[in-house]
């Protein structure tokens, strides 16, 4: 299997950024832009408070609409958390799992990782799990190590049928809002890295249907080359998916 016969995807992920009108702006903008979504499937990754308006606006389009963050229980004394099915509710159909910031920030161990998935899948909401390196662990040697740790935690409840609705993003921590993004050669050796490893782990028909995206830094100007990378399934942008004039070109980066 090619990697082109996996449906490149470009994810947007707002972080705490934008308000009301300027989410509904974006999207009406992006929304207007895309085609029929045969060809590639896009999603923005949202502030929760703002899923209901976001996916209302985007009803009608092929537009993914998704929550950056869940607990993996259904309702319970969890103050401040959101269920999976309170996602859904709103109309998300995806959600981040396992982000840098999410990690780094706010100290989410690896132990809850797969429990989040798992509570995704079970919700019909798309997981995509995020994995990636400290600077320091890359200069230490231990990048594999890590890799293989956080896809240890994150894929614990995953079944070979699952895996076609679960896509890995790969995100240096380092390249993450620094305007480093990692070379050809450092993206490409962790992805086969993590195909090889998703192959062990359910099969490799079923690994062959994950897409496997770069995210960290991805600039208009660095996309074509990212997507040219033969295992690279798609994109995950931060800062530049804030607007459309940076978004846009990242959507359209083979035109
Ligand atoms: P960035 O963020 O594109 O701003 O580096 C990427 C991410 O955190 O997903």
């Known amino acids: 299997m090619t990697h082109r016969s996996r449906k490149p995807y470009i ?55 998704g929550g950056q963050n869940i607990w993996y229980e259904a309702n319970g004394a969890f103050t401040g958390e959101l269920a999976p099915r309170m996602l859904r509710e709103v109309g998300a159909d995806r959600v981040l799992v396992g982000h840098s910031e999410r990690r780094h920030v706010f100290h989410e161990p690896d132990e809850w990782m797969g429990r989040k998935v798992r509570a995704a899948l079970d919700t ?69 890295m993590i195909r090889k490893w998703l192959a062990q782990r359910v099969g490799e028909e079923a690994a062959n249907l994950i897409r496997i995206l770069y995210g960290g830094s991805v600039k208009p100007d660095n996309a074509k080359e990212l997507m040219g990378i033969d295992s690279v399934d798609g994109l995950l942008v931060g800062g530049a998916s804030l607007q459309a004039e940076t978004f846009l070109p990242i959507i359209e980066y083979d035109r």
Not at 34 to 51: H, K, M, Q, S, T
Request: proline share 4%.
């Open 124 to 192: 019909d909401l798309l997981p995509i799990y995020c994995v990636g390196e400290t600077l320091d662990e890359r200069k230490g040697n231990r990048t594999d190590r890590v890799l293989k740790r956080q896809l240890e935690s994150g894929f614990d409840k995953v079944l070979p049928i699952d895996a076609h609705r679960v896509t890995v993003a790969y995100e240096p921590v380092w390249a993450i809002g620094t305007g480093e993004t990692a070379t050809s050669e450092q993206v490409a050796l962790a992805h086969r």
């Open 11 to 65: 994810a947007g992920n707002w972080k705490m950024n934008l308000d009301r009108a300027k989410s509904l702006d974006l999207i009406k903008t992006v929304k207007g832009r895309l085609g029929d979504g045969n060809d590639r499937e896009v999603g923005f990754f949202v502030p929760a408070i703002y899923l209901a308006d976001v996916t209302a606006v985007a009803q009608g389009s092929p537009l993914g609409v």
